[in-house]
């Protein structure tokens, strides 16, 4: 069969659209409300390795002007609300024309999420529905949604409530039956990133459906396979170490397994092999650095990557408007340092407190420590609190670079250092990083005194290095709920080659019905 078409929608800045990339389906179209990570998206697919052209995508922004987002649609980037493009009836029926045979998106989670405020009046948990009826109308072979563990978790604890997860599931194998269509067959799915070779602890669900019409939803139907339960990702990894077979027989399940060529296929990759040859100031010269120079390579350099061909299948013969994308653009300059690598600029105050997060991790000493003083009813209450949480180390004064000339021992360090902010924590070298989120200063290096630039975050999301963030980094708490900056993008993004094993999945499942 040719290519598979696919539709991105609530794209972010396309760690969807670059995995199933990958696996060799073609991007029809990405749907994104935010202007910011719209940037990237139309970046990394429609100008890739060419220079930016702000002109050109101040044109594409500026295309949905008149109300419709018609002419967005031939660019191949909408950006709006998924709502106001569902009553554009001429784009609809363009996106129509261009028959995507899957269609996927991870709505936004913030409503769900177990690490925000689960609030069950929030209107963006009405998204995944705005989904479905993209399904019922484009009428898809395959349908993924992505979203976080927390939507398997009803908002409240009465019984009989189900959780937005199961109501979606069920919602999404009655889509199209209403207008005679088959309905679908659904999987839901419960993986991990770190299970696909990702160097990164991400827990996520999933809901894969396949029409029923389908020879491969017949067949994965026959196979007597549980479809009233979450098929777990860490069961069938755990299985691959067991010499298990990866899929059990039944294909609507993603491979497990890292996809990195070349290296164990069991393997986890921890978060120091995802930076072992990324240093503050670009590419380390390895065989000079003895910081980097024992680390495992590997990884890195895979993610280093080389960059794909811009030619991907015809792309660019699709209409006069995706032409001109081609001919408006010049080649970008090479640099060896990767795009979106630049260290804040902490104080030295910020960079005693983070030296001393490493020397807190080292020793077992919670952050929480920090927090004490502001807690406290007085100094003396604060540094008796202080003194009780160190414990045995409350007399030491480190040789180190966090204390200074007047700190007599660590208490005096933390009362010095005392922060509201100790939600901050030193990644562990020698384990999957944790799950990236959107805010830059969550996460310390695991050597640095330093937090994570948005290059390294997107090494723990399997971003490779080619792949370029637009817009300004990071942005202030009262506009965070309406900008996506570069940090945000990175943490709202599905990791690339989780996606590429969805992919291939679905490469299977549609050629199988081809067949």
């Not at 659209?17 to 060799?24: V, Y």
């Not at 799915?189 to 396949?210: K, S």
């Not at 990866?246 to 069991?266: A, I, L, T, W, Y």
């Amino acid at each position: 069969m040719g290519e598979i078409g696919f539709l991105d929608l609530f794209a972010g800045c396309g760690g969807f659209s670059l995995g199933l990339e990958q696996a060799g389906l073609e991007l029809v179209a990405a749907v994104e409300l935010s202007p910011m990570a719209a940037e990237s998206h139309f970046k990394n697919f429609h100008l890739r390795d060419q220079a930016w052209d702000q002109p050109l995508w101040d044109e594409v922004l500026a295309s949905n002007s008149g109300g419709s987002f018609a002419k967005q649609v031939h660019y191949g980037t909408v950006v709006g609300d998924v709502w106001d493009l569902l009553d554009d009836n001429e784009a609809m029926s363009l996106l129509k024309e261009l028959a995507p045979e899957v269609v996927v998106g991870g709505p936004p989670c913030q409503g769900f999420s177990m690490a925000g405020r689960r609030d069950p009046g929030d209107e963006r948990n009405a998204l995944p529905w705005a989904f479905l009826r993209f399904v019922d109308y484009l009428d898809p072979k395959a349908v993924v949604i992505e979203n976080v563990v927390g939507i398997n978790r009803a908002f409240v604890s009465r019984g009989g409530v189900e959780s937005s997860f199961s109501q979606l599931r069920t919602a999404l194998e009655r889509t199209g039956i209403e207008r005679g269509g088959p309905g679908y067959l659904v999987q839901p799915v419960e993986v991990n990133a770190r299970h696909f070779g990702v160097p990164q602890n991400r827990p996520r669900m999933m809901l894969i459906g396949v029409r029923r019409d389908l020879p491969a939803a017949r067949e994965a139907e026959a196979s007597g396979a549980p479809f009233d339960v979450p098929w777990r990702s860490v069961d069938a990894f755990n299985g691959l170490l067991d010499g298990q077979e990866p899929m059990f027989g039944h294909r609507m399940v993603p491979v497990v397994g890292s996809q990195v060529e070349g290296d164990d296929p069991n393997q986890v990759h921890s978060a120091m092999e995802a930076l072992a040859d990324l240093d503050r100031n670009g590419y380390s010269l390895l065989h000079d650095s003895p910081r980097y120079g024992t680390k495992d390579l590997r990884f890195g350099s895979q993610m280093r990557g080389a960059t794909p061909r811009t030619n991907r299948g015809g792309w660019w013969n699709w209409g006069s408007l995706r032409r001109r994308l081609r001919a408006l653009v010049s080649p970008q300059p090479q640099n060896d340092t990767p795009p979106n690598h630049v260290p804040r600029n902490h104080s030295e105050r910020v960079i005693q407190r983070f030296d001393l997060y490493h020397f807190f991790a080292d020793k077992g000493i919670p952050n929480t420590v920090l927090g004490l003083p502001s807690r406290a009813l007085d100094d003396f209450e604060a540094r008796q609190q202080v003194a009780d949480v160190l414990g045995d180390h409350a007399n030491e004064k480190p040789d180190r670079r966090f204390t200074t000339a007047e700190d007599d021992d660590l208490v005096d360090v933390v009362m010095r250092l005392a922060t509201r902010k100790h939600s901050q924590r030193v990644v562990d070298a020698g384990e999957p990083a944790p799950t990236v989120l959107t805010l830059p200063d969550d996460y310390v290096h695991p050597i640095e005194p330093r937090i994570m630039t948005v290059r390294e975050l997107a090494r723990f999301q399997s971003f490779p290095d080619w792949f370029e963030f637009r817009s300004k980094e990071t942005t202030g708490s009262d506009r965070r709920r309406f900008e996506v900056p570069q940090y945000s993008q990175v943490g709202n993004a599905v990791p690339p080659l989780m996606a590429k094993a969805i992919g291939q999945l679905l490469v299977d499942l549609l050629e199988a019905s081809e067949a």
